[in-house]
């Protein structure tokens, strides 16, 4: 499986952004899938994730200015972002977690202006 994401740039602050990730290879409804983040000197840590398909988590920074949607049938994720702070700067990757293997696309900069 492969992971192309796209979609980042440069947004001043209140603004949004849509970043798209689209898997190439076999994916399952059951394989978890989402965005992860990672700001410079800062560990990855977790945006919002889809489990198996049916529920979908957001780290509390998220709630209520993201929202993800997943496509199986296209093999898609998309992060809708809004309200951005500047604290969202950072290389956003999609992931995915199958029962086997996880996978990392390469990665989009999204950067906040204030």
């Known amino acids: 499986v492969q992971l192309q994401a796209s979609g980042g740039g440069l947004v001043q602050a209140g603004g949004s952004l849509r970043l798209s990730c689209v898997a190439s290879g076999k994916i399952f409804k059951e394989d978890d899938m989402g965005w992860f983040r990672q700001a410079p000197g800062k560990e990855r840590e977790l945006v919002a994730v889809s489990i198996h398909s049916t529920d979908t988590n957001y780290t509390d920074s998220a709630k209520g200015r993201f929202t993800m949607s997943r496509d199986n049938a296209k093999k898609t994720i998309d992060l809708q972002m809004n309200s951005l702070k500047p604290e969202d700067t950072a290389v956003y990757y999609c992931?995915?977690?199958?029962?086997?293997?996880?996978?990392w696309g390469q990665g989009t900069q999204v950067t906040v202006s204030s």
């Open positions: 992931n995915l977690r199958s029962p086997w293997k996880t996978y």
